[in-house]
């Protein structure tokens, strides 16, 4: 990402400059956690589709994260929203067997803050206050999707939980953000975020380049190609 590269890779003079301190203003994404789960059986007949299911709370649009840190088990409050998706239904090349083994997905945004007690310490050895912490967060979310999408209890088989902790260890954006930086109008009203850098033979690339998601990200890395090697991308366009 733009940001990583500006606030962690550039030498301290660089960083300096106004154009990397402009981009080290702008405020990252929400963190989030993620429910991944394993279905066995026709999920199809209980609800599933290929297409992606977003379930809201309520109708407040300053209710973004989720607030992990307030009430007990019995207690927790439920998360604004949630974005569910059956990644094996969207795929035609996947063969579900005889079982029909399916995979799906629940996400939601989180308080980076809440996991920062934890920064630092090692993949599946964060302590006893950690794994009780985490499991309360996701027996608490696997129940607010199975109420919504109750047809689907009887065929699940499998549950892991990511945090913002595993986000950190696996790809280290700013503050575990899951698109960067923010999409905000300061982001798309900054000069700088652009696939050449004023830096000579430094190119930007990915989703803050462009827009946020899967096919922003594959619009900045088309960008920062073209910035590259214009000509000879746009023969290959043309070719396309």
Known sequence: G??????????????????AQSIAELRPAPAHVCLYLGFK??????G???ANKWFY??????????????GERASLPEAPCLYCSFPSLKDPLHDPGPDQLHTGEVVTFV???SFGRWLGSRWYKRGTEYDDFKGRLQASLLEQ???KMPALRPHL?????????STDNFTRPIAGS????????ERFENPWLRPKAPIRNLFFSGSEVASVGVIGAMMGGLLAAMACEPIEVFRFLRRM
């Open 2 to 19: 733009v940001a990583s590269t500006v606030t962690r890779l550039l030498p301290e003079t660089e960083r300096r400059a106004a154009w």
């Open 41 to 46: 059986g026709d999920i199809r007949k209980a």
């Open 48 to 50: 599933a589709t290929a």
């Open 57 to 70: 709370n309520t109708f407040s649009t300053e209710a973004a994260a989720w607030e992990v840190d307030k």
């Open 111 to 113: 308080p980076w803050e």
């Open 145 to 147: 999707f199975l109420a």
């Open 157 to 165: 088989e499998y549950v892991e939980m990511s945090t913002p902790l």
């Open 178 to 185: 899951i698109y960067g930086i923010e999409p905000t109008p």
